[in-house]
């Protein structure tokens, strides 16, 4: 009855509306929205889970005081608003653009424009402050389930350095990083404030169309993005449920 209420009745109705007005904007610049999409969460994905492999990986291999309060400190992002996230990162980026990009551009005969305040690369920070706790969760946990004994093993036949690590624990991280990443692919794909401040000109994505859409009381035209981004959202989750039921089978 919840799963009724809450998932196919909405859903239904997307459909509906879909079906009376949403279907007449399926044109060009729409599948520009879904490849925009797509693009930021692959990218922000791989950034995430690279980055968080790394702070799990020190933690595991060097539990110091100072390196467990900086994995703590990076976990903080997803507790935070993206809209505030988007401003802070806005303000430090427009500070090193007027103190040190426009100056040194000049300086070398550049245009003398900001280039960090605007770009991808700083939505791509946003997206990567604010989940890299949801990528690091299922990488710590499937390096918990790797027992000492086995890297211990590793080395005592002279494996060692990178030669330990991409044999003996990527292939065994290998299932929490892909979790990972669709954990964090899903939650790129329903982030709004953050996008709708930070994106570059002209990359508009789905969540972007959809508070367009409804803050103009659009309802009709924005069930075609929003049915979009829920069938795009639901197909990693099936996956995932797939993938664990299997593993307690």
């Known amino acids: 009855m919840v799963f009724l209420c809450a998932f196919v009745v909405p859903v239904l109705q997307l459909i509906v509306w879909v079906w009376q007005r949403g279907r007449f904007d399926l044109d060009e610049r729409y599948i520009g929205l879904i490849l925009h999409t797509l693009y930021l969460?692959?990218?922000?994905?791989?950034?995430?889970?690279?980055?968080?492999?790394?702070?799990?990986?020190?933690?595991?291999?060097?539990?110091?005081?100072?390196?467990?309060?900086?994995?703590?400190?990076a976990n903080l992002g997803y507790a935070l608003p993206g809209s505030v996230l988007a401003v802070s990162i806005m303000l430090a980026f427009s500070y090193l653009d007027r103190e040190l990009?426009?100056?040194?551009?000049?300086?070398?005969?550049?245009?003398?424009k900001p280039l960090l305040l605007g770009s991808l690369s700083a939505l791509l920070l946003a997206y990567l402050v604010r989940f890299i706790a949801v990528a690091f969760g299922p990488l710590e946990h499937s390096l918990s389930r790797i027992r000492p004994s086995l890297p211990e093993a590793a080395r005592s036949l002279g494996v060692s350095g990178p030669k330990l690590f991409l044999n003996v624990y990527l292939p065994l991280l290998v299932?929490?990083?892909?979790?990972a990443a669709l954990l964090v692919f899903v939650d790129?794909?329903?982030?709004?404030?953050?996008t709708l401040l930070m994106r570059p000109f002209g990359w508009d994505t789905l969540a972007v169309r959809i508070f367009?859409?409804?803050?103009?009381?659009?309802?009709?035209?924005?069930?075609?993005?929003?049915?979009?981004l829920v069938l795009v959202g639901l197909l990693p989750v099936i996956g995932l449920i797939r993938r664990s039921a299997r593993q307690i089978g």
């Open 41 to 73: 969460g692959s990218i922000a994905a791989l950034i995430t889970v690279s980055v968080a492999l790394i702070l799990a990986f020190a933690r595991r291999m060097a539990p110091t005081p100072a390196i467990r309060s900086g994995v703590s400190l």
């Open 101 to 112: 990009v426009i100056p040194l551009s000049g300086w070398l005969g550049g245009a003398g």
């Open 175 to 179: 299932p929490g990083a892909l979790s």
């Open 188 to 194: 790129v794909l329903k982030e709004m404030p953050a």
């Open 212 to 228: 367009e859409m409804t803050s103009e009381g659009e309802w009709a035209r924005a069930a075609l993005p929003a049915l979009t």
